[in-house]
């Protein structure tokens, strides 16, 4: 994801400087150019050959190391990000002074691309009112916090102040280089997932699909720009950014009432979510105990989520569908297109053996109530998702 993109990683001296270990290691491994500055201090923590064996670049540290000068300037020139993780409570208070008595200080103060940091220090010194004071200068200078965690610390106490993971790090710089703002300003929901319908408290009705393809949608739209609302059944997925609000439900009944209930304030809906059709007329209050015989279950329809925001939405709502159909699928989705009153459908067939659910690929038709269709390749789940929600775009701005 972060193919060719130049990260300055700068390491101060703190007990969390072994994640910048990790960090490095991850940011190469999504492609990135990775070099590193480190205080002095820094380097009592990790150790410099580490990081230039994983960075594949020499580690800088000094001014001036022999005879030779370091390039401060040309450094933070070079960077399209410099990342300043862990940031101890000594640099920062350093950094947000204008001090310059090491390298990755008179980096910090020369460059001219974006700086994050990602502070690290115990919960006291944290809540100290000249951190905050120094953490609201750095941010007065544009500088991006990544807030920390709470958790076990250092000195053994447990409170705020812990650095944030390599992960959370790297989502961050991910959401900083490519979410763009073409939703911006919009608001969208997105069903995803199965439903389980309830027989009793151990059984239920459900089916195989995974919600890979809706928990991409959804991350999809965010990258995108828009504020995601994501309405869940139970999935193993999770979702990589924060800030996409997950909404879990269980049963039809359940995504029916939260749907009902997001849809008046959505721009656009996209219902992925493979909802059960029949729901157990009851559901035992006890384990249904095996009998002589044969049981019968009367299953009841349950309510038609697409359906409902297809006929309730009002002017500039957009309303996306899904059909998953084994024969006469176009015919079918044109059909569901007009009984559901969606906007666009994106019709999966389960004839391609790499498409529908579980795998980690799909080929999908997109079928438009304006006559305009797009069949993909067979590709990734998330290439499928950025096609599927480059086709909306188009649409919004053609209505
Ligand atoms: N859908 C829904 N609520 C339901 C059933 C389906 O919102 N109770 C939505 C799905 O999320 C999908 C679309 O309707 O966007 C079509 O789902 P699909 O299972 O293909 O079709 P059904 O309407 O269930 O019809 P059939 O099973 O006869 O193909």
């Known amino acids: 994801m972060l193919e060719g993109k ?18 490095v290691r991850q940011l190469v491994k999504q492609g990135a150019e990775v070099k590193v500055v480190m205080t002095p201090a820094a380097r009592e923590f990790v150790s410099p050959l580490v990081l230039a064996t994983l960075s594949k670049n020499a580690v800088v540290s000094e001014l001036a190391e022999g005879s030779e000068w370091s390039n401060h300037v040309m450094l933070g020139r070079w ?18 002074n204008g001090l310059c008595d090491n390298l990755l200080l008179a980096v910090y103060l020369s460059a001219t691309c974006p700086v994050v940091i990602a502070p690290a220090m115990d919960e006291d010194m944290w809540q100290h009112p000249a951190t905050q004071r120094n953490l ?55 069903t995803a997932g199965p439903t389980y319908e309830a027989i009793d408290p151990v059984r239920f009705i459900g089916n195989h699909s995974s919600g890979k393809m809706g928990f ?3 991350e999809e739209l965010y990258l995108r720009g828009a504020d995601v609302q994501l309405i869940s059944g139970p999935t193993q997925q999770i979702t990589t950014y924060a800030g996409i609000r997950v909404n879990k439900v269980r049963s039809a009944a359940e995504m029916f009432d939260t749907s009902v209930a ?25 384990k249904i105990k095996k009998q002589p015989g044969d049981l019968s279950l009367l299953l009841l329809p349950t309510k038609d989520i697409l359906q409902y925001v297809g006929t309730h939405k009002r002017q500039g709502q957009y ?8 024969q006469n ?32 690929t799909n080929k999908v038709t997109l079928l438009c109530k304006d006559g305009t269709e797009m069949v993909t390749e067979l590709k990734t789940k998330k290439e499928i998702a950025k096609d599927i929600v480059s086709f909306i775009i188009s649409r919004l701005h053609a209505e």
């Open 6 to 23: 130049k990260i300055l990683i700068g390491i101060t001296g703190s007990i969390a400087a072994y994640k910048s270990i990790l960090l």
């Open 79 to 96: 960077a399209d990000l410099f990342v300043v993780a862990p940031l101890s409570c000594n640099t920062l208070a350093k950094m947000a």
């Open 136 to 190: 609201d200068l750095l941010k007065g200078y544009g500088n991006h916090i990544i807030p920390v965690n709470s958790g076990e610390l250092a000195s053994g106490l447990h409170g705020e102040g812990r650095m944030a993971e390599p992960e959370a790090i790297i989502v961050f710089l991910v959401e900083h280089f490519f979410r763009t703002s073409e939703l911006a300003g919009k608001k969208v929901m997105v």
């Open 216 to 218: 991409a949608l959804a």
């Open 262 to 286: 997001i849809f008046p304030g959505v721009d656009i809906a996209v219902m992925s979510a493979a909802v059960a059709d029949y729901s157990p007329a009851e559901t035992a209050g006890e």
């Open 319 to 326: 309303v996306v569908g899904f059909a998953l159909e084994t």
């Open 329 to 360: 699928e176009k015919e079918n989705a044109h059909k569901k297109l007009e009984s559901k009153q969606a906007d666009c459908i994106v019709l999966n067939s389960l004839r391609d053996e790499a498409a529908g659910f579980g795998v980690d």
